[in-house]
């Protein structure tokens, strides 16, 4: 995992 991933799961998490 790297910038994409971290980005992916922080968007999950920000949205939610």
Known sequence: M???GDA???N???KH
Do not use: R, Y
């Open 2 to 4: 790297g910038k994409l």
């Open 8 to 10: 992916f799961v922080d």
């Open 12 to 14: 999950s998490k920000w």
